[in-house]
């Protein structure tokens, strides 16, 4: 559905050219749901903008949904939809005319526009609204529509750009929830953007890590997270003393490794945290020790950004 | 003809929202005419001269072609917020011919100016204006032609600037000297010769001597066919300059 080849762009700025995306090798079949992950300026929006032919490659090439976006671009804008990190709607604009529009805009006929429309209006919760302002919709109900009109002409692959950014926890569930039954029913191809970690986690089938231009992983987030050695188990003492003790305890156990203390808790990773465990308790308790708590933290993919850029998500996410 | 049926949907999308809210829509935008007509005109009329005698006819052609200048030059101001958000982006996105992005908007906006224009005559008509109707309806036309030319200027202005902070300043700085030099206000015959012969420079100032013309119904008058030739040439060369710009964005 998607293949690039040595995609790149660079933008000229007062200080220099900016290498925004670096010979980019993408290859995404048919049916696949997959999240583009990476601190913001990553090139993640760039890149989706050369894939809708918002943005011309400065160098490579791009093959979107059997076209190729810089010698036919008409032809992709036709068999993709495109829901970018603002709001669609126009000013003044009703929701239903200005979702039907939209659908007369990618070559529906009148009929056809009117009941795709109400059709999908019913599908994404935004009924009895046909006449409401678009601007004067909720967060939740604009992402909606927005996604509504990426849509409307029932396009094979659908990029989504941001889609959840902005919306409340209870929101951001809905649209999932949305999206998923919309690919159950439809097969569509998806390609979003997100830096949240835990959507890229709970939603994507794929998730393809970019930082600086490039791809710096790329496969399942179990696949991802296995790059990570192992799981993070904490063990709290009572004292800073009592903790170095546990910790003493704990580097006799075979698998574990990276053992630290800070404060009165010990930190250490090991393969298969749930099933050491125990083994970690015993050795504890041998030496006559007590815990306050203990957690085992199976690896994130902030985890994963961190093993493999030595820079936290959160951190570049600001 | 993907061109003709793309700037038609475009068209009717603009207009929805005139449509729904037809005074804000249209209304304020003809509130600086109306202004003219009622708290300067009367001025007018005290002036001795051709002007004075027939103030209303000296005068409201030249406040349509005002109306023209204002109504289609701060067009793009429309476009910025959609630019902002993501509305034109997902236009971009969609198969849409991308000259009838353009075309499309302006088209609404001379439907627009078409109609406040039939507005404000009806408005002055039980004043005592006197008009041609062949000439009224040639005059017309020849606004709805600058008008064509004139938004699409306005459109290329605002997806050049981008900044909605900077294009009403822009606007003003040119507007301004255009009105002045225009002749809409005081006939320019009184103005010393260097102010004359700036005013003849001003392509408005050759339009609004055609409409005055043409209101009259004197079709032989040399200025109607100067007024018609600058505004078929303003309309010409921001088509050529817009469709470039707007193909450029399709590549």
């Known amino acids: 559905m998607i293949h690039t080849r040595e ?10 050219t900016v290498e925004a995306v670096r010979s980019l090798d993408l290859d995404i079949g048919a049916g696949e749901l ?96 046909d006449k409401r302002e678009a601007g004067h919709l909720s967060g939740g109900q604009q992402r909606r529509l927005d996604i509504a009109m990426g849509l409307i002409h029932r396009p094979e692959l659908l990029f989504l750009d941001e889609p959840s950014t902005g919306l409340d926890p209870h929101s951001r569930a809905n649209l999932w929830a949305h999206i998923a039954r919309l690919r159950e029913r439809y097969g569509t191809t998806i390609l979003l953007t997100t830096h949240y970690l835990d959507e890229a986690d709970s939603v994507a089938e794929r998730v393809v890590v970019i930082d600086h231009g490039s791809v710096i992983a790329d496969g399942t987030p179990d696949e991802l997270k296995g790059k990570v050695s192992g799981d993070l188990v904490i063990l709290e003492t009572g004292s800073e003393e009592d903790a170095r003790a546990a910790a003493a305890a704990v580097e006799a156990v075979p698998s574990a490794h990276s053992v630290d203390t800070a404060a009165a808790a010990v930190r250490l ?26 957690q085992v933290h199976r690896p994130s993919l902030d985890d994963v950004f961190l093993t493999l850029t030595g820079r936290s998500l959160r951190e570049s996410a600001e | 003809m993907s061109l003709l049926r793309d700037t038609w949907l475009i068209c009717l999308r603009q207009l929805r929202p005139t449509l729904h809210s037809p005074v ?18 009367p ?78 005559l009806l408005l002055v008509l039980p004043f005592g204006l006197r008009v ?23 459109y290329m202005l605002a997806m050049s600037v981008k900044q ?54 004197d079709f032989g008058d040399p200025s109607v066919y100067i007024g018609s030739g600058v ?21």
Not at chain 1, 271 to 285: F, S
Not at chain 2, 24 to 41: D, N, W
Not at chain 2, 101 to 108: A, D, E, P, T
Request: glycine share 12%.
């Open chain 1, 269 to 294: 990773r090991v393969d298969r945290g749930d099933a050491v465990l125990p083994e970690i308790l015993r050795a504890v308790d041998a030496r006559g020790l007590e815990l306050r708590t203990v």
């Open chain 2, 132 to 154: 041609s109707p062949a000439g009224a309806v040639a005059g017309l036309l020849v606004l709805l032609v600058m008008g064509i030319g004139l938004g699409t200027l306005s």
């Open chain 2, 164 to 217: 909605e902070f900077l294009f009403p300043a822009i606007l003003q700085t040119t507007t301004m000297p255009l009105i002045l030099l225009s002749g809409i206000l005081l006939p320019m015959d009184l103005a010393p010769t260097w102010l004359y012969s700036l005013s003849r420079a001003n392509p408005l100032s050759h339009v609004v001597d055609a409409e005055r013309a043409l209101f009259a119904g």
């Open chain 2, 24 to 41: 804000t829509g249209m209304g304020f935008s003809m509130l600086q005419p109306v202004l003219y007509l009622t708290l300067f005109a």
């Open chain 1, 34 to 129: 997959v999240a583009f992950l990476g601190p913001n300026g990553a090139g993640k929006s760039t890149t989706l903008r050369m894939l809708t032919t918002l943005l011309l490659p400065t160098s490579g090439t791009a093959e979107v949904a059997g076209s190729d976006v810089v010698a036919d671009p008409r032809a992709v804008r036709r068999s993709i939809g495109y829901v970018g990190q603002g709001h669609a709607a126009g000013t003044g604009q009703y929701v239903a005319e200005e979702l039907i529009s939209q659908g007369r805009l990618y070559g529906l006929g009148k009929a056809e526009a009117k009941s795709r429309a109400a059709e999908l209006l019913a599908d994404l919760d935004l009924e009895g609204l």
């Open chain 2, 43 to 120: 001025l007018l009329a005290g002036m001795p001269g051709g002007m004075g005698e027939n103030s209303l006819q000296w005068f409201v052609p030249g406040v349509l072609a005002m109306l023209a200048l204002f109504g289609t030059s701060f067009a793009g101001f429309g476009l910025l917020p959609e630019m902002r958000s993501g509305a034109h982006e997902r236009l971009l996105a969609a198969p849409v011919n991308r000259v009838a992005l353009l075309l499309g908007r302006v088209m609404r906006d001379i439907t627009v100016l078409l109609g406040q224009a039939v507005v404000i």
């Open chain 2, 231 to 251: 505004a078929v040439a303003v309309a010409v060369v921001a088509l050529a300059l817009g469709t470039r710009l707007m193909r450029r964005l399709a590549a």
């Open chain 1, 7 to 16: 995609l790149c762009r660079m933008f000229t700025t007062r200080t220099g």
